[in-house]
């Protein structure tokens, strides 16, 4: 089977900071693939690579068999790949509503799949429908993470990447959001999850890869790295 | 202190004459009207072998007529070590330049500029050879008395020499027991009169007088027309210019009255300049032109007559002068190193053209 | 009473120009938070485009261009600036889009100033008297009188201004603007192509800027190069009155902009107007920091 | 004896109650912690006792001190300092100014000094650098020092606004969800760090978290908040076991 | 490099007491003009480099401390070091004044309320008696020290440089306090700053106060000098010209902001040649000039040891750089 999306030696920078190094990583159609690492390995700066947000240097960033490395971010949502960056970003002066119009952009022609939309993100999360016309600056923290999720949604992604979905929620909203993690995979979107929450990323993923300081040094099934010794210790806890 | 020592220091084969005007600017079209002139000058002065066996050169330094600017393009022409200087268009600049040539010893004459507070200086070396703000505002008054216009409405733009007419015009009408019902400053950059010209109907006057400058007595006076103010409207020579017609239109400028000393065109005599002007330059020559080459020929005739560019030689040959008939004047100076007698007439649009009313 | 009718209509045209110009400083401002100070010098290039149309239209000065000449003037002109303003973000304002604020402002006195000489190059310094002019007929209306031409600027202006405001508010473009103010990158996130947004802005911006200014010049008769210059200037402190980034607030802060000259010209003399509008202007700051429309900032902590 | 006094505390935002009749105390020399559903209003609370927000009614006390109607800057010299849950850091200013930035309320040159370079207002600066390089090295993050705090990993910005906060030698240290985005490891790391603040500068820390794991371990005593009204209060084996609060907030399933 | 810093500033000091000899008097006066730039510029980096309040209306404390300076010598006769105190009270006065009604406003309506105090205080210049209305103030008598009477360009070009040198040791020394900090912290951010007990309302006052006495200095010297001043000199252009030649050089940078005042009244003159497309190369220099060093020419370092300060992150890079 060929991978869905495949990184092959991927290179990235913040102007002299080496932020990636020679990065590979597989997804396959239907995975829930887990990236694991802590502060300041690189996690996010994957997902900015991939949606273009930032250019690799070097390397190759494969969808579908086509290299997308240099297309425009815009482009890449078009063709399937979504984003929903850490620190929530949500539209703070904007609705509830209005962000997530925006989140169809690439849909913007097709009003039925808005409406539908909108109202599947009000059966994820019945507290967005309450606040439906609120700006969505004014959402407290927990909120906003909802919204951006639902927004992510709205632009129906066949690879949806998640960076640290579960910062500053409350335990039973983290419970919540794994669950519609795992049921958006069952019904067929690819994952990428970043979390540090990593016994909840565990249980949800297939695999796992594991970053740091910008290289990837270990990756396995999910089942192997729970059992880990280093990953026990730094991200599982005794 | 190094600056102050001038004049007669011209050397070689040249004599350096000093010209301040507004070469750019709000009131560049009068402003390079009256350089033509005076080079046509120079020119014909030049042709005819110069002055003491030297050319005359002109020196241009633009006041774009604001004070600083002239103050700063008069210390140029002081460090240039200009014989004298010709020019001076608006009051406001003409004021502190003539201020800087008096500490340099650099006589002035000045051709356009006619505020009352110029010769009230009391400069020995300033000569005006235009008429003065004074004689200009009795001018427009009296007219307005005869015409039976008794309520007046007066507007200027607070530049030295509008404020100084407007004051003037105030002091003659109340003097012909007319009254002035509004006393108005604008800000000369100013488009839209709309509620000025609203408040001016309200006060239903018989006569208003505009101060200012061409550029915003265009605008006026076709707002004027528009919104159907009643009673004369008049402006000072600081509007005579073709310009105001063209700006307002040609049918907001029918009757449209001036007081100025009469231009080239209406002087028996000037034909001969106005036919060189108008193929030399392909335009028919503007309100100040005759009183610019005047200055020009005025000066080179003192500097004959000092037979030096020295400065007091100069200044005496200057504030001697009997009799020197330039284009449409005879020029004489009063004890202020005015004009013995002033020409102000008021002119009249009348189908697009300015004529001679009275 | 009727003379404060009078007065306000007198106001309300001022303010027209003020709104239309503000209009597109403010769509510009509230997209990429740009102090665009060469705005203004774009109403002044459509009032020469304007003019340089209206003569070759007619040959003869355009005296006799007609309505349906007029029209096409318009529309030409305003889609000539329109390109224009779009140029000059590709050039002068794109590459510097993460550069700090102050910085694009330099940029924007650099483009203003480049305006306006070029156009001093090309058409000449001193100024240019418009080739046609309105008919003074109007109507009395409450004791006042308003011409034909007065009552179309006022009504163009509110017209394009609701338009605007259905645009902005209502299609997804509009949300995308909004959006982009607010977080660029997270914008290309949800698949809208930034760039084309912002140009699309400044499209409409530059377009209306130069509608107001042939507008100007067929209204007073006179433009020259520097005209942007104070206009743009209104326009600016109309925009912030308004509340900046906010399409009615730029249209009511150029009306009332516009009102408080005219009473300010009416009672206390044309060279003091300024002191009164803006005197009025910082008090009204002082009580409502975010302009009369202006949303409140919404930073939590 | 308690350093802290919330009484009877109100916020409205237009119609919206955010925090409703609260009323709470913190212990002199305690490490405590609020807890509650996202939106609860625990932020909010936060910003009406440091001043950014006013109360709608109600009291705090620090020290016995009213802090209503007292600006921010004020509230920080009494004894008071805070991070913010979206890191509100100086981005473009080293590691060292960011810091020294907490001295600013605790030393009183004023521009005649800074002009004529006086005896005084040179030692002083000596001073403020001192003690900046000893919160640096307390949190951990000497080894950035020079760098802009943007350029930081981004839980050594989590460790740098904890340095600056200590830099303004506070009483009452007031954390806002110290612990978002930090694995396993480095929270341990951060609950010593915790605990060495309360122990060697005897500051009291009152946090915001959503960690239970880190509650449990260091937290003394808990508030629970639920749409701005409190619902439990007490040890953490009283509150986490509450039903209340499982049902409003932890939830059933254990993801931690 | 530390080590060549302190002689080579010196050398500069040197150079610009021995400049005046060397050259003529139309490039003397151009480079007085540079020093008063020099001066104003200091001024307003205070305010809009330190503190990044965004004023729009600097030039106004520069026409307090003329108007003052003039109105004192030619009204009331008084000697010019006895106006400056005045001026400086004034000013200080003045800045408090504008400063209060913005201390609750964000950026841009700050901008537009120092916009409008400082079209008020021209407005006032043009129509007021007191200051000449348009014509402005003319006359002003020359300053003198003992018996001997400035007059002479060189005169005025030492006063100028001597008040440049203060105004830079002064923001320098500012610049590197408690208080310069506090301006700085303001400026990255508002509410933090608070939150470490910066009382933002008082600094923000100081910051306005300060930046106007120094505008004020200049102003003074300016009046003397020119000895004629008009509204004009005091418009919305030169403010914009003055926060144009803080930026072009590097907000917050003491020698950024001089380089930023020599460019931007050396640029127009060097352009003098081409006459009409002066300011048209002028604004495309200045375009491009942004472009290629949108932090300004010399930016403050903030000490930082960061290889690389850019920001990368670029919605749409990929386009602007492939295309
Ligand atoms: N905008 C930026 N400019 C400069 N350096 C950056 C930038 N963003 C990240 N970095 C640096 O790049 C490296 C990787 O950062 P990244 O954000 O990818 O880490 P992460 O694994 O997502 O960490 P975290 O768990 O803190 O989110 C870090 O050293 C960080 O300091
Ligand atoms: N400035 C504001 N304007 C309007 N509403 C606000 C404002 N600040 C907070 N709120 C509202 O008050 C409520 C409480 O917000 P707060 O930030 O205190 O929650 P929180 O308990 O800190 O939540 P979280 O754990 O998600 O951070 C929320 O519903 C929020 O929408
Ligand atoms: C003669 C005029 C055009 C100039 C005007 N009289 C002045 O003194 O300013
Ligand atoms: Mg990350
Ligand atoms: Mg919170």
Redesign the pocket.
Known sequence: MKPLLKLTDVNSY??K?H?LNNINIEIYEGEIVALL?S???????TLKTISSIIRPKSGQIEWNGKNIVGVPPHKIVESGIIHIP?GRRIFSGLTIIENLELGAFTFRKDKKWIKEGIERSFDLFPRLKERSKQLAGTLSGGEQQMLAISRGLMGNPKLLMLD?PSMGLAPIIVQEIMRIIKEINEQGTTILLIE?NAKAALRLANRGYLIEIGNIVMHDSAEVLREDDKIIKAYLGA | SSDSSSGGKNSGSEILVGVLLPVTGNNATDGKDMLNAMEMAVEKINNDGGVLDKKLKLEVADDACDPQTATAAANKLVSKKVVAVVGGYCSGSTLPASGVFHNANIPMIVAAANSSELPEQGYDSLFLINGLVPDQAKTGADYFNDKGAKNIVLIHDNSAYAKNLADFAQKSVEENGGKVIGFEAINPEEKDFGSLMTKLKSLNPDGTYFTGYYAAGGLMLKQFKEKGVPGFFMVGDGSYSPDIISIAGAENANDLLVTATPTANFIPGAEAFVEEYKSKYDLSPGPFSALSNNGVNLLADALKRAESTEFEALKKALKDTKGFEGIGQVIEFSEQNTLSQSNFHIMKVVNGEFTLEK | MEIFFQVLIDGLVIGAFYSLIALGYTMVYGIIKLLNFAHGDLYMIGAFVGFTLLSLFTGDGGVNTGILGLGVVFIGTMIIVGFLGMGIERIAYRPLLLAPRLSILITAIGVSLSLEYSSMIGWGASYKVYPIKLPNDGIQLLGTQISFAQMGMIVLSALLMLGLRLFIDKTIYGKAMRAIALDQTACSLMGVNVHRIIALTFFIGAFLAAGAGIMSGIYYGTINFLMGFTIGLKAFTAAVLGGIGNITGAMLGGLVLGILEAFGTFYMGGSWKDVLAFGILILFLVFKPTGILGAKEMERM | MSLLTVNQLKLQFGGLIAVNDLSFTVEKNSISSIIGPNGAGKTSVFNMITGFYRPTSGAIELDGISLVNRKPSQITTLGMARTFQNLRLFPNLTVLDNVKSGMHCRTKQTVWGALLRTKSQREEERLIEEVALECIDFVGIRKYTKRAAK?????AQRYLEIARALATRPKLLLLDEPAA?LNYEEKQYLIQLIRRIRDEYNITVLMIEHDMGLIKQISEQITVIDYGCKIAEGSPEEVLNNEKVIEAYLGKEDVI | MKKYKKPSLFLLVICMFILPFLLNSYWLDVLTLVLFYVVLTQGLNIVVGYTGLLDLGYAAFFAVGAYTTAILMTTFHWSFWLTLPVAFLFAAIAGVIIGTPTLRLRSDYLAIVTLGFGEIVKILATNLEITGSASGIYGIPRPAIGSYIMASQKDFYFLILIVAIISIIAVYRLGHSRIGRAWVYIREDEDAAEAMGINRIKLKLLSYATGAVIGSFAGSIFAVKMSAIAPLSFSFLQSVMILLAVVLGGLGSIPGVVIGAALVIILPELLRGVEDWRYLIFGVSLVIMMIFRPQGIWPTKNNTEDVDDI???DPNQSISISK
């Open positions: 913040y102007g900071i932020a690492g502060n300041g390995a690189g996690k996010s700066t850490e640290e540090q | 350029n930081l990993p981004y839980g985005g | 920001e990368t992150e």
